[in-house]
């Protein structure tokens, strides 16, 4: 009601409408309201998707349509920015014991969001050092990720901050309010595991396979085979030490 009786001036005030929206914008208001009215809906929904995306997907075969949007979404965003995209099915299953340790497990979204993860982990390899963090938060933010809503955008972008930083992304109001603190704990924990697998890895296909992690009584245990020991410098320990604080318990190497 408020836009539909605005004047043109007045809606030319509002730096959030782009300017070629400026002549419709009265009428599009107009015709909502009278939906609205008709169809007595009590909540809107609205979709990054549109008209045109709905009549592609029609258009697509049964298979296709089956697969998983968040997933096929961030396993296309890999295969375009990331410099090793082999290594996200060694990174699912060496992050799952700590995934299965946390609150009773994870629950069937958590752990489409930790293969998501698991996906994207290498994503912001082209930025320097010190911004791939954020570099890759945003991405994921702002970036075409389908299949979640924004609560689960925010934690799918905070896990893949942490397997960049040991330490949490700056907090933004607009942002953070969206997940609370077990969410946020959670993704950190997820993030932390892959940059841990991920430094172990060092983008060779072939070596997380042959490590493990496990919650043993007070410790987490990191078991490597006795030619890997060498490899397990101070770089990869001070990463499992943070992942081990995050968990409440003492770091372990163990050499099998």
């Known amino acids: 009601k408020l836009i539909s009786k605005q004047s043109m001036k007045a809606l030319e005030s509002i730096p959030e409408i782009p300017s070629y929206r400026l002549d419709s914008m009265p009428y599009g208001a107009m015709v909502l309201e009278c939906l609205i009215a008709k169809t007595n809906v009590k909540k809107i929904i609205i979709s990054a998707s549109g008209i045109r995306e709905g009549l592609l997907f029609d258009g697509l075969p049964a298979k296709v349509k089956e697969r998983d949007a968040l997933l096929r979404s961030c396993e296309g965003l890999a295969r ?77 972008a905070t896990a893949v901050y942490y397997r960049y ?35 172990l890895a060092s983008g060779v296909v072939g070596i997380l396979p042959q490590v493990s992690l496990k919650v043993d009584q007070q410790h987490l245990v990191l078991s490597v085979p006795a030619h890997y020991e060498k490899l397990v410098g101070e770089s990869i320990m001070s990463r499992l030490s943070v992942l081990a604080k995050k968990l409440k318990l003492q770091p372990a190497l163990k050499v099998i």
């Not at 996906?119 to 890759?136: K, N, Q, Y």
């Not at 942002?175 to 969410?183: E, G, R, T, V, W």
């Not at 595991?193 to 430094?199: E, Q, S, V």
């Open 80 to 156: 375009r920015m990331s410099f090793e995209t082999r290594i996200a099915k060694e990174l699912m299953s060496f992050s799952a014991p700590i995934a299965k340790t946390v609150n009773g497990g994870e629950t069937d979204f958590e752990k489409r969001l930790r293969e998501a993860a698991c996906w994207l982990s290498d994503i912001g390899w082209r930025a320097h050092p010190e911004h791939r963090g954020s570099s890759a938060f945003r991405e994921i933010l702002y970036g075409p990720v389908a299949g979640v809503d924004h609560k689960q955008r925010v934690q799918l």
């Open 165 to 199: 930083e040991a330490k949490a992304p700056m907090r933004q109001k607009d942002i953070f309010h969206l997940i609370d603190k077990n969410a946020a704990r959670k993704a950190a924990l997820v993030g932390l595991t892959l940059r841990l697998g991920t430094k």
